[in-house]
């Protein structure tokens, strides 16, 4: 149970962190282009982690 406590946790503030860097890449969008594919190619990375959670998350249900 606490595996699940910490899964959930962990895929809590992955998520978080991988709206607010999608949001960054939105504001920089325009204003400063290498910005904005530092945060994209970040969130892809977080993206790619949230799905292992997920995987993860489904195999102990």
């Known amino acids: 149970m606490a595996q699940l406590n ?3 946790t ?3 503030h992955l998520e978080d962190r991988y709206e607010k860097l999608m949001e960054r ?3 920089y969008k325009y204003v400063d ?3 904005s594919d530092i945060a994209t190619y970040k969130a892809l990375k977080i ?3 949230l799905n ?3 995987y993860l998350d489904n195999s102990f249900v």
């Open 25 to 27: 890449s939105k504001d």
């Open 52 to 54: 292992r959670v997920k």
């Open 6 to 8: 910490q899964l959930n």
């Open 47 to 49: 993206l790619e982690k």
């Open 33 to 35: 282009e290498a910005k």
């Open 10 to 12: 962990y895929r809590k």
